[in-house]
């Protein structure tokens, strides 16, 4: 019996996915478990299997190209299996701005794609690209495309499509009302299209790139972030890292200031659990355990790693956990575990020279720490003016949960911790 392969949904908070590279090509044999693509969701590059037995019967959605989860992106079937209604039934998938992805229903096998799992580009339209985009007298839009055309008084038969087979696409009008010409053609980079005249590039988003756009919006809007910051002596830190690292050196675990104010983050959340929480809706959920997200920088977005029950770890146990999930968030090769279900996140940018910034909440978190770098400045002591190393602390809050005396508790008691943290720390 035919079995039909679906964009599953592979995070928790996928709701498209792209198919990075097909494992398998059309006519070869798989079995129900076996890998068949590679595709990138909203946070990792995931492995897709069979869920039959058969043959892979028809290949659906190029590598390289993108739909929404659900939707069927190929057929397992039996050599013989007559396949024509369910591949007429499913049709090819439609992208966010209504193009639909090409067909390899011609090829025996997906076409390569970049070595970076990024959106690849359509190819240039051809002269006869063009002429195909044009069908009984009705050019090959998408209804974006058309509604868009219309919005701006553009002429889609002036129009040159850069979607498969000459379809118009939403950026092919934009191009035109924008320029107030024929759009010309366009050139594919690597996740984009440069314009003939080289005024200007598009990048194509990437399921990572759209997913923080959304998550944003609801963040920054709809949380009323109020922020708090101080300013900590990290003299102290500075001689406890040197000493710690003195004792792991022969475990070859080398620890760094941010996982010191990991885990001085994680001993403070404990003693004030009122910051350790998610906002509910109609209600605060108070966390007991201690769930850092740690926010880390990739080629296309960025990704939370969360260090789970960092306030039962020492330095020992977090340092490498935090090198070794950046390692492979960097890979996208986290598992959804490995990036869901923080408490309470903390940003650091001190690494980039960054001296202080404010980070947006991950809702339904209630915080998030923003880390800066550790500087040697001027400050006065007892009356005289000395140089220590000072580093700033900025925390977002989400008013709705967390008040102005209850972040200020908390950031005095992690400023206290930090500057003393053999106390808490070891």
């Not at 580009?121 to 090959?140: C, E, I, L, M």
């Not at 080398?254 to 996982?259: A, E, Q, T």
């Not at 983050?265 to 959920?285: E, I």
């Amino acid at each position: 019996m035919a079995t039909k392969v679906h964009m599953e949904a592979l995070s928790p908070t996928m709701e498209e996915g792209q198919v990075v590279k097909w494992l398998k090509s059309e006519g070869d044999v798989v079995s129900s478990g076996e890998i068949l693509a590679e595709i990138e969701t909203d946070k990792a590059t995931m492995e897709l299997v069979a869920r039959g037995d058969g043959m892979l019967r028809r290949i659906l959605l190029d590598a390289g190209s993108t739909a929404p989860v659900g939707a069927v992106i190929g057929v397992i079937a039996a050599e013989d299996e007559d396949i024509a209604g369910l591949v007429a039934g499913a049709g090819p998938p439609v992208s966010e701005e209504g193009s639909a992805p090409g067909s390899s229903a011609g090829a025996s096998s997906p076409a390569p794609v970049a070595s970076q799992p990024a959106v690849s580009a359509s190819p240039t339209p051809s002269p006869s690209d063009a002429a195909a985009s044009v069908s009984g007298g009705r050019v090959k839009a998408s209804p974006l495309a058309r509604r868009m055309a219309e919005e701006e008084g553009v002429a889609l038969e002036d129009v040159r499509g850069s979607g498969p087979g000459g379809r118009v696409v939403k950026r092919d009008v934009e191009l035109a009302a924008m320029e107030g010409i024929v759009a010309g053609p366009l050139t594919p980079t690597a996740g984009g299209f440069v314009h003939a005249e080289e005024d200007y590039e598009d990048i194509a988003l990437s399921q990572m790139r759209k997913t923080i756009a959304r998550r944003l919006v609801e963040s920054i809007g709809p949380v009323p972030h109020f922020f708090l910051t101080v300013d900590v002596d990290m003299s102290r830190a500075g001689e406890a890292r040197h000493k710690v690292n003195a004792l792991l050196e022969a475990d070859g675990v080398r620890v760094s200031i941010n996982d010191i104010v990991l885990k001085a983050t994680a001993v403070a959340l404990r003693r004030h659990r009122d910051c350790n929480a998610h906002w509910g809706g109609d209600y605060v959920r108070r966390f007991n355990r201690v769930h850092l997200g740690v926010p880390v920088a990739i080629d296309d977005g960025l990704i939370t790693p969360v260090v789970r029950d960092a306030h039962l770890k020492g330095l020992a146990q977090i340092a490498p956990e935090v090198r070794e999930l950046a390692g492979r968030a960097r890979e996208k090769r986290l598992r959804p575990d490995e990036y869901t279900g923080s408490t309470f996140s903390v940003s650091n940018l001190g690494m980039f020279g960054i001296e202080e910034f404010t980070g947006v909440i991950n809702p339904p978190e209630a915080g998030i720490l923003a880390i800066g770098a550790v500087e040697d400045r001027a400050v006065v002591e007892s009356g005289s003016v000395v140089v220590r190393p000072r580093m700033k602390v900025t925390m977002s809050c989400d008013h709705r949960v967390i008040d102005g005396a209850q972040g200020s508790s908390f950031l005095r008691t992690l400023k206290q911790i930090l500057e003393e943290p053999l106390t808490a720390l070891v």
